[in-house]
């Protein structure tokens, strides 16, 4: 169970990276449209929680077994 929740806290945590840095650089030409302005902060916003709740998760599995 503690490699799933690293693995899927790694993952969400670098999707939610690259999903900054390409609304950040403007990597997209559709990056000037407040649609896809909104939908790219909700996927960070999303994929961030995701992330934070797997590492949540794997620090209280630890506790839990000591």
Do not use: N, P, Q
């Not at 030409?29 to 649609?35: H, L, Y």
């Not at 896809?36 to 992330?51: K, P």
């Amino acid at each position: 169970m503690k490699a799933y929740l690293i693995c899927t806290g790694v993952l969400f945590g670098l999707f939610a990276v690259w999903h900054v840095f390409e609304l950040a650089s403007g990597l997209r030409s559709s990056a000037s449209d407040s649609g896809f302005i909104i939908g790219v902060s909700l996927i960070i916003l999303v994929t961030g929680a995701f992330s934070a709740w797997a590492f949540r998760l794997l620090r209280g599995m630890g506790r839990g077994a000591a």
